[in-house]
């Protein structure tokens, strides 16, 4: 399939779920309606919501600060009538700052939520992105007894799909934006300290979904390394492609654990990241994901592992999310790629007493109605492990 027909297939897929209401194991995804538009058209306005993660701040425990990462995006209904209304189709795909938010904490009982701060994360329509993908061993390998008991983390390669996902729907909605697919791991046996370029910087969805399978599974886990060097080269093609105009930066890890071989730390990525402006996006499976331990009986301890995760997003204006098994990835990957082209909402809520250490947090979030002040139902289920 060329390039052009991958947009214009994209461009027809309805990018919204036209279910009132899923519950996915991510977060969820609601389409709430805003009322008929004025006009001849009659098109009806709506609200995708869906919640991406819950992120404890890294000074969660003094300050029981959690950031929520939300989309609030405008969508339009398709009726069937002629929807060449410029002035509707410019909001449509588009963050939406004017949504309110109520919180619920449901556990540990008495605790209560107060919003503190909303920024919105706006999109600029166009811009940069590189797709970083985990092929360390214990993605696909399976191990001797007491090496790793849970591997393989990602047998079925769902995180190949993922990134196709992304490319695809990223390109397709801002076709003038660039991306790279990377990995890092091994390759024929010998490992490569640093990132691999599986594509480089293009505006072409055929060639990134096809470098995208050339991901591989062996080897040690470098992706503190892998990072830094994806922060120069995007500096680079920023530079070159787009000069000072504003654009659009994200890198976004898929991985299933923490660095073991390389050279640069996480304050080094942490710092770098945070002189270039590039958020740093964290997609966290098997030990690197939040139910880890709850799922596999902590056969593993993944606290430090998911807290540095956790402090790599948050400090670098990234975002934490996390899934259960690798078969969600690929539902993630469509809010990553709308959030991406449309922007999201970050919510920056304090929890009041703030939950022990290991304390599981269980919560709704709710739209609140403009008119009413009350919340809309359904709501949208979240919960986290208190590091």
Not at 41 to 58: D, H, K, Q, R, T
Not at 364 to 386: L, M, Q, R
Request: charged fraction near 25%.
């Amino acid at each position: 399939m060329t390039q052009e027909m991958m947009k214009v297939e994209s461009a027809k897929r309805p990018w919204y779920t036209k279910k009132r209401y899923m519950a996915l194991g991510v977060g969820g995804v609601s389409v709430l309606s805003a009322g008929c538009l004025d006009g001849a058209l009659g098109l009806l306005l709506s609200l995708l919501l869906a919640f991406m993660g819950a992120n404890p701040l890294p000074d969660f425990g003094q300050t029981g600060e959690v950031e929520f990462t939300l989309l609030s995006q405008n969508t339009i209904d398709e009726t069937g009538v002629d929807d060449s209304d410029s002035s509707t189709d410019a909001e449509e795909g588009k963050v939406n700052p004017d949504v309110e938010y109520i919180i619920e904490v449901d556990s540990p009982a008495g605790t209560t939520a107060t919003i503190e701060s909303v920024d919105v994360k706006e999109a600029n329509g166009e811009g940069t992105f590189t797709v970083l993908m985990d092929s360390s061993g214990s993605m696909e390998g399976s191990f001797s007894a007491g090496v790793c008991d849970t591997c393989p983390h990602d047998p079925d390669r769902k995180r190949v799909e993922a990134a196709r996902i992304i490319a695809k729907e990223v390109l397709g909605r801002s076709p003038s934006s660039r991306m790279a697919m990377m990995d890092w791991g091994e390759q024929d046996g010998t490992p490569f300290a640093g990132v691999r370029t599986l594509t480089d910087y293009t505006s072409d969805a055929s060639e990134l979904v096809d470098g995208a399978t050339k991901t591989s599974s062996l080897g040690a886990t470098y992706v503190y390394d892998a990072l830094m060097d994806i922060l120069s080269l995007m500096d680079s093609d920023i530079a070159e492609t787009f000069n000072t105009r504003p654009i659009d930066k994200g890198i976004i890890v898929m991985t299933d654990g923490e660095d073991t071989h390389s050279v640069a730390t996480l304050n080094d990525v942490i710092e770098k990241a945070k002189g270039l402006e590039i958020p740093v996006h964290v997609v966290g499976l098997g030990p690197a994901g939040e139910k880890f331990n709850e799922l596999f009986q902590g056969t593993e301890s993944n606290k430090d592992i998911i807290q540095d995760l956790r402090r790599l997003a948050s400090e670098t204006g990234g975002f934490y999310a996390s899934v259960d098994n690798a078969a969600e990835l690929e539902e993630l990957a469509n809010f990553i790629a709308i959030g991406m082209t449309g922007g999201y909402t970050s919510t920056i809520v304090k929890l009041d007493p703030v939950p022990p250490s290991g304390t599981i947090v269980k919560g709704t979030i709710f739209v609140k109605d403009p008119d009413s002040g009350e919340k809309v139902e359904p709501g949208e289920p979240w919960d986290f492990v208190a590091p």
